[in-house]
């Protein structure tokens, strides 16, 4: 089986002399489809670091990141999925727009990609406030659009930075359900980073990091 991405001695250094920063050390590991790894560690340990370079929009200063089973998926939202830690909704789209947007910009029909961005607001539970505008919607009803924008897309791996964050107990497990249900549909990888004890509790493989040292356990590597 083709992994879908892999990591080989990854390092990555922000800055240089005495200003660097080490985010992250030698972290190697292996996801594969139906992986479904929790990224664990304390605030500045690496994880969104780690998302960054696993997603391909960022390059690491030592080892290498390939993803095998899919080329170079960098900026392919039908490849890789990337829920931010920074939300980067667009202010000036509503919901559904916001969701839609990845599949209108790589061509997809416009009332396919309406269609498609309703059903992965309905996952989330927000079908509700398709219409609302960012600034209409409350602090988890975003986290939530920025989930559904990666679930219509059906990326094969999916990766999550703190996606239960601003949300209670309720939402947190509606919005792993759904990732988790959208994973399975295509068997897909998922990796969520959190440091929420909700999300490492429930996934099998556990990835954990502290300062910048990745550690994998119960990861079929
Ligand atoms: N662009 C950057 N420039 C300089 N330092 C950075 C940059 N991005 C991250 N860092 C540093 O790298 C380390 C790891 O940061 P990272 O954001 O990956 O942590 P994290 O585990 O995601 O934390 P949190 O749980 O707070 O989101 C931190 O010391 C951070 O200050
Ligand atoms: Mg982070």
Redesign the pocket.
């Known amino acids: 089986m083709n992994a879908l991405a892999m990591i080989d001695g990854v390092g990555r250094t922000?800055?240089t002399g005495r200003q660097a920063?080490v985010?992250?050390h030698d972290a190697t590991g292996t996801i594969n489809s139906e992986d479904r790894i929790a990224l664990v560690?304390?605030?500045?340990?690496?994880?969104?670091?780690?998302?960054w370079l696993l997603a391909g929009l960022d390059s690491p200063t030592r080892g290498t990141v390939t993803w095998p089973a899919l080329g170079h998926p960098r900026g392919d939202p039908f490849l890789v999925g990337t829920v931010f830690?920074a939300l980067s909704l667009v202010p000036t789209l509503t919901a559904i727009e916001n969701v839609a947007l990845p599949l209108v910009l790589h061509d997809v029909r416009r009332d396919e990609a309406h269609d498609a961005a309703m059903s992965a607001l309905d996952l989330v539970g927000l079908a509700g406030v398709a219409r609302q505008l960012p600034d209409e919607l409350s602090g988890g009803q975003s986290q939530r659009v920025a989930v559904a924008r990666v679930l219509a897309c059906h990326p094969r791996l999916i990766l999550a930075?703190?996606p239960t964050g601003r949300i209670d107990h309720d939402a947190a497990r509606g919005v792993l359900d759904a990732l988790w249900a959208a994973a399975d549909e295509v068997s897909a990888g998922l990796v969520v980073?959190s440091?929420d004890p909700l999300v490492y509790e429930r996934f099998p493989q556990r990835w954990r990091?502290r300062d910048?040292r990745v550690s994998v356990d119960g990861a079929p590597q």
């Open positions: 922000f800055g920063v985010a992250l560690g304390r605030s500045g340990s690496g994880k969104s670091t780690l998302i830690q930075d703190e980073a440091h990091i910048g």
